[in-house]
């Protein structure tokens, strides 16, 4: 894997805090992911401060974890991606998902670890 | 010409919208007021695409609201979306009948005061709501339809 990755996670409430701590329970961080609630922060806040990481950081690739498709911090991530070819947003947020995040990061190009990290979420939605 | 619910929310179409209350109320259409969100395609775009195939969607700008609420078009199964009292006021000052507002959330942003977990108002918003509400309009604070409706004359004492 050549490029360098940010990774931050947008939820509702505490839900991505715990999100993160169970998954680093299961495998260990290669990628640190920054945590941002809604219940903390205003979402303007939250684009200000990814935004102007993503600024910082210009020859990585941002991937933006989020929970609801279509709900308020989708949107948000959707504006942060407005534009940029470098930032990338998941929606449905859940443990095997970051999980594979940490597992594959570091191994596979970009756009595979993207469909990687997609699959293996859906993998973890089973019925019997 | 009764809406079926007339909602203030800064965040606009989200989950609490189209997951929480068009299953409530089992609306059938969603109008999004925002004079921001109709001059920009994108956000556009990106509102509606959160909204189900089976519900009707469609932004307007406050002039467009206007003339439809001038109209005798059935709005007993929409719900219309705007992000502040100012949208209202607006509305209000173009002699359309407002009765009832739901005011669904209004998110902490600095310059605002708490008033409730979901409803953070800056002084101007206060005012704002205030000439509302003495233009007739009866407004209850409700982010989902199972919690509790609060008058907001209680929280801002406006009586």
């Known amino acids: 894997m050549s490029a360098k990755i940010n990774c931050y996670l947008i939820t509702h409430g505490d839900l991505g805090e715990y999100l993160i701590k169970i998954s680093s329970n299961l495998v260990t961080n290669t990628v640190p992911i920054a945590f941002y609630s809604n219940k903390n922060l205003a979402l303007e806040k939250i684009e200000e401060k990814i935004s102007s990481e993503i600024a910082s950081k210009k020859s990585y690739k941002h991937l933006v974890f989020v929970d609801l498709a279509g709900g308020s911090c989708w949107m948000l991530a959707n504006r942060i991606k407005k534009n940029n070819d470098d930032v990338s947003v998941i929606s449905g947020v859940n443990i095997p998902m970051l999980v594979s995040f940490q597992v594959n990061c570091c191994r596979m190009e970009w756009e595979d670890l993207l469909v990687k990290i997609v699959e293996d979420g859906k993998k973890g939605i089973d019925r019997r | ?159």
Request: glycine share 4%; with cysteine; proline share 4%.
């Open chain 2, 1 to 159: 010409m009764p809406i079926q619910l007339f909602r203030i929310d800064d965040r606009l179409i989200h989950g609490q919208v189209v997951i929480g209350w068009v299953n409530h109320l089992h609306s059938k259409e969603i109008i999004l007021c925002d004079d921001s969100v109709w001059e920009n395609e994108w956000e556009k775009e990106l509102y509606l695409s959160v909204i189900p195939e089976t519900i009707k969607a469609r932004v307007l700008n406050t002039d467009h609201m206007v003339d439809l609420l001038l109209t005798d078009y059935d709005l007993s199964r929409t719900i219309i979306v705007a992000n502040s009292p100012f949208t209202i006021e607006s509305l209000i000052e173009r002699k359309i009948p407002i009765s009832e507002i739901n005011i669904g959330g209004i998110h902490f942003k600095e310059g605002r005061n708490k008033y409730l977990p979901y409803l953070y108002l800056s002084e101007e918003e206060v005012s704002s709501f205030r000439r509302c509400y003495e233009a007739g309009v009866k407004f209850s604070c409700q982010d989902m339809p199972e919690n509790k409706k609060i008058p907001l004359e209680k929280i801002l004492n406006l009586n």
